[in-house]
C-alpha cells in the first residue's frame, strides 16, 4: 500500500512542477527532458507516470481546475449569504483565479487552437471542464428565483450571460494581457441587479 502512496505522491509533484514548466517555457517549448530536470528525476522515471507532455498538461489543468472547483462549491453552498452575493462571489473569484493565473491561461489558449488545428473538437474539450461551473450557477440562479430574490428569469440565457463576461475576462486578461478589468466586474454586478427584484 505504502507504493501506491508513494507513486500517487510523485505523480501530484510532477504535475505541480510541470505546470510551472508550462507556464515558464509556454506549451511548444516544453520537452519531456525540461519536466524531468524540473522535478529531478530521469526522462525514463517520467515515462512510468506519462505517455507524453500533452498528457502531463492535460492532468496538471485537470488538477488546477479541482482544486478551483472546490472553492466554488464552498461559495455555491453558502446559505449564510443572499444568493446575488453567492454568484458575484463565484464569478468574482474566477475572475481573480484568471488574473493569478494569466500566465497558463495565455498558454491554455493557443494550446486549443493547436489542438483545433490537428482536428480535435475543442467545444468539447471545453464544455466538459466547464460543466460544474455550469451546474454551480445554474443552481444560484434556481436557489435565486425560488427564494424569491430573483426574477423568473431564464436560466440557460443567465448562465451564458454570467459565462460570456469570464469569456471576456480571461480574453482581456491572457490575449489582450489587460490587467484591469473593473469594467468587467461592472457588468456583472449590473447582470446580477438585473436578476433581482
Not at 427564494?147 to 489582450?176: P, R, T, W
Request: net charge positive; proline share 1%.
Amino acid at each position: 500500500m505504502a507504493t501506491v502512496v508513494e507513486h500517487d505522491k510523485r505523480k501530484q509533484e510532477i504535475l505541480e512542477k510541470s505546470l510551472d514548466v508550462f507556464m515558464h517555457e509556454g506549451f511548444e517549448d516544453v520537452t519531456f527532458q525540461k519536466i524531468a530536470d524540473r522535478c529531478g528525476i530521469t526522462r525514463t522515471t517520467l515515462y512510468i507516470y506519462f505517455k507524453n507532455k500533452r498528457e502531463i498538461f492535460q492532468w496538471s489543468i485537470k488538477q488546477l481546475l479541482s482544486t478551483l472547483e472546490d472553492t466554488l462549491i464552498k461559495i455555491a453552498t453558502d446559505t449564510s449569504i443572499p444568493t446575488s452575493q453567492v454568484i458575484y462571489d463565484m464569478v468574482t473569484f474566477i475572475f481573480d483565479q484568471c488574473k493569478t493565473n494569466h500566465k497558463l491561461f495565455s498558454i491554455l489558449l493557443p494550446y486549443l487552437v493547436q489542438l483545433q488545428k490537428s482536428g480535435v473538437d475543442t467545444r468539447e474539450i471545453v464544455r466538459r471542464r466547464t460543466i460544474r461551473l455550469q451546474h454551480l450557477l445554474n443552481c444560484a440562479i434556481i436557489r435565486g428565483i425560488r427564494a424569491g430574490e430573483f426574477k423568473k428569469i431564464n436560466i440557460k440565457a443567465s448562465y451564458e450571460l454570467l459565462y460570456g463576461l469570464i469569456e471576456s475576462a480571461i480574453f482581456k486578461i491572457a490575449v489582450l494581457n489587460q490587467s484591469d478589468i473593473s469594467d468587467i466586474y461592472s457588468a456583472l454586478k449590473l447582470a446580477i441587479e438585473g436578476f433581482s427584484l
